[in-house]
């Protein structure tokens, strides 16, 4: 199957160059936001739309600082290094989830912070809003014609240009499928019931994690890098080890820990309403 060419650029007005990589952040961000405020306008959620409205503006900047350093220095630090204004070229790709998501837990951390909630009550709102911005950016990927998959003989497999001749697995594809559409109906459904503080983080951290490593089987490394151990290990599966891990331990933690947990988020909050 050929790759159905797709001009990156979606509009041009003279020099100004509109992106479809970019418009894709865009629309996740949409969704994101839309959803946000659904959800806080529900009578049992304990949000209100005026504070989502402040919350995704410090995740959107998490995840642009985050996801754009964390690819500087986890893929490709050599070539930042030698033409630093690369890294603000953001239209010619390059984002890191797990940058990303350092960055976005950082948002979590100031905002929890100055608004007087718990980290984890911050986290846990957001984890449902996220899978379908990785669905978006997958699909900036496919149009960029990046991160592909080895070379396969499934009839989907396609040829992409700058990959040879022989058809390659449409990775993009699949992240978009599973970390995007699967995942957010499997953390959706989840955060449907009342969870303890962070059991609705921890299944998305674990069905993310999950998710990549086994796409990373089909995917091709990172040229600059390659694989880092038996012959087989991305950096990508590397980075999802310590995620999967922080996942099962917010699933798995005991219901002392949730109570002793609650009870300090409670009087931190009733400290940061008598300032």
Known sequence: MQYPHIDPVALSIGSL?????????????????????????RPDSGWTPGEVDDLLTCVMIGIILGGRLGYVLFYDLPVYLADPMEIVRLWNGGMSFHGGLLGVLGAFWYYARTHGRSFLEVSDFIAPLIPQGLFFGRLGNFINAELWGKVSSLPWAMVFPGAGAAPRHPSQLYEALLEGVVLFFLVWIFSAKKRKPGAVSGMFAVGYAVFRFAVEFVRVPDAQLGYLAFGWLTMGQVLCVPLLLAGLWLLCRTHTDVVANTGKNASSRKRSRRR
């Open 17 to 41: 160059q509109l992106r479809w990589y970019g418009l894709m952040y865009m629309a996740g961000f949409l969704l994101g936001w839309i959803l946000g405020r659904w959800r806080a306008a």
